[in-house]
């Protein structure tokens, strides 16, 4: 079965880190790109960071510039997405998900469930 898990969501203060985690299994992992997405209370889900899956390239969106790292580990089946100076508009549950072209241009093709990730003020 294909799954990705998603962990390390949790509850930090303004400035705070986190580093949340996917592991891939059921597909081959290293022909994919892959891309952290969140959803925020009362909001759609959007796109944050995808890094694709050759030559590692790296995308993000302006409000994370900056503060997010996405990386990954073939080897391991994983990617992450470090996360520093955290603010409260950084609350959401985060996502993690497989996009097949391998560009993080099209449409993803497997879904985690989330994590979520708290930042007080």
């Known amino acids: 079965d294909v799954q990705l898990q998603a962990s390390g969501g949790g509850l930090v203060h303004t400035g705070g880190s986190l580093t949340l985690s996917c592991v891939a299994s059921g597909f081959r992992f290293d022909d994919y790109a892959v891309g952290w997405f969140r959803q925020a209370p009362g909001k759609e889900r959007v796109g944050v960071s995808c890094?694709?899956?050759?030559?590692?390239?790296?995308q993000y969106i302006d409000a994370v510039k900056g503060r997010f790292t996405i990386s990954r580990d073939n080897a391991k089946n994983m990617v992450y997405l470090q996360m520093k100076d955290l603010k409260p508009e950084d609350t959401a549950v985060y996502y993690c998900?497989?996009?097949?072209?391998?560009?993080?241009?099209?449409?993803?093709?497997?879904w985690g469930q989330g994590t979520l990730v708290t930042v007080s003020s």
């Open positions: 890094i694709t899956k050759r030559d590692f390239r790296t």
């Open positions: 998900a497989a996009e097949s072209l391998g560009t993080c241009r099209s449409a993803y093709d497997y």
